[in-house]
C-alpha cells in the first residue's frame, strides 16, 4: 500500500533558525512529489512539484529536494510568517493517467517565533 | 485569474439529512478532485473527474456520496443520508496538467 510519512509532527523554531522538514514515502511508480502550505481554514496552496531523485525547486526562503525515498523541505532563515501546516503528497502512475489522486502525509505544523 | 471555489464554506446538518457540496474549478481544467480531511487523519482522495467523466472513484465511501459534474464545468458532491462520520473538511482540486490547485473546503458537520 502505497504510504506518505511526514516527520516532525510538530516544529517550533525562533526567527531566523533554519531548518528542514521531512517526508520519506512508499510507492510504485513515483509520477511526481507535491509541496503543499496550508493556513488554517483554507485549502492546501501549491508550492513545489519534483519529480526525479536529484531535483531540487526553491521559493524564497524554501527549497525542497527529493531522493529516490524521501523528499526534504529546507527552511531558510524563516520568518513568522512561515508558520503553517507544511503537506507532501505523492502521485503514482495509475489508471492510465498521470493527472490522478494524491496521496497525503498527516503534515507538519511549523510554528515560527519572533 | 479566480482560483478554486467552494460553496458552502460551512454546513451544520442533523444525521439522515441531505447536503449538496459545490466547487467551482479553474476555468478550462478538465481535472477536478474531491478530497476529504476529517478530524485528526490526512487528506483523503475521494473521487476524479476528467471534464464529465468519472475517471477515478475508488475513493468514494460508500453510496450515500454521489458526485456529478454536468458540462464540465462545476461538479457538485451530494451525501444523503449523512452519517456523523461523514464530517470532515470537503476539499476540491482542479488541474489542467500535473499540479492541482486546492479550494478553500467546506467544513461539514453532522449532528
Known sequence: ??????????????EGESS????????????????????PG????????LYSAGEEKEKERLKATLTKKESFLHITAPKPEDSATYLCAVRINAGGTSYGKLTFGQGTILTVHP | EAGVT?????????KGQTVT????????????????????????FLLHFVKESKQDESGMPNNRFLAERTGGTYSTLKVQPAELEDSGVYFCASSSHGEQFFGPGTRLTVL
Open chain 1, 42 to 49: 483554507k485549502g492546501p496552496e501549491f508550492l513545489f512539484t
Open chain 1, 1 to 14: 500500500e502505497d504510504q506518505v510519512t511526514q516527520s516532525p509532527e510538530a516544529l517550533r523554531l525562533q
Open chain 1, 20 to 39: 528542514s522538514l521531512n517526508c520519506s514515502y512508499t510507492v510504485s511508480g513515483l509520477r511526481g512529489l507535491f509541496w503543499y502550505r496550508q493556513d
Open chain 2, 21 to 44: 457540496l459545490r466547487c467551482d474549478p479553474i476555468s478550462g481544467h478538465d481535472n477536478l478532485y474531491w478530497y476529504r480531511r476529517v478530524m485528526g487523519k490526512e487528506i483523503k
Open chain 2, 6 to 14: 467552494q460553496f458552502p464554506s460551512h454546513s451544520v446538518i442533523e
